[in-house]
């Protein structure tokens, strides 16, 4: 790879990451006020559960690799948290009948013909309602704990077991839209999205390097505070492009611990000033 596609590239990889996660954030921030926070003494199980959910689809992603009979059951599930994902986020925001009228819409733009474009978009909206939800649910010291143990799993996962690059290239090659497909080519955002692979023309995010941050975003307790991890987190994405491409071979990278990173600077000068 040259000089001159490695920027192009970059240029591509991030724009379309950023224009995804911030996509997510603002709806989620529109969310601000809609929910009831529940009491602080239930946080503790709030975490809990979320890490034994996230336990529970790793487990399950895993089997799908072994077993076939699992790929129906997985399917199913991932497609009704996105149309639910998508209608929750719109019952925050709109009146009940116009937030049922996403439910049709979600489902066509994911069973017909679906396009890359319009899978991130759904993925996006879904993450979106999830998040909010969540965050409605923990504080944002619960969520910033979540995100530091999750960064940490992220870099075993990835650099030392490598079991999550096994689950990556599995729900790729599945076509599941539980990742974000990013082609080298922003034009290609309007291709049919069987058309990419594990190692095609087009790097791969997990909705939960996504999601995560914006359940931040629904924690944080000021404007400015939100803003702060929006910042922090788009300038993590940077740092990653930027180490994703500076080597001579491109390989899996684990997202959230440079997100991590850009979180808690921008969060700390927030904090400070």
Known sequence: MTRE??????VSFY??????????????????GHLIPVADGREAYAGLVAL???????LFVLLLAKVKAFIRVYSGLVYFALIYGTFSLFSMIWPLPAAF????????????????FSQNLVLALALAGVAAQFGSMISFPVAFGLLAILAVYDIVAVNITHHMVAMAKTVISKHLPVVFVMPHRLTANFEHVARFEPGSSAVFLGGG???????LVATAPTT???????????AGFLVLVATFLSG????PLPALPFLMLGITVCTVLAVLF
Request: aromatic share 10%; net charge positive.
């Open 5 to 10: 596609e490695a920027v192009s590239i970059g």
């Open 15 to 32: 724009t379309q990451t950023a224009g995804w996660f911030l996509t997510t954030a603002l709806f989620v921030f529109a969310t601000r």
């Open 52 to 58: 034994s959910a996230f336990a529970l689809a790793t």
């Open 101 to 116: 009228m996403m439910i049709p819409l979600a489902a066509s733009l994911l069973f017909f013909s679906p396009r890359v």
């Open 209 to 215: 390097d996504i999601a995560l941050p914006a359940i």
């Open 224 to 234: 400015n505070l939100a803003a702060a991890v929006i910042v922090g987190t788009l």
């Open 248 to 251: 001579k071979k491109q390989h």
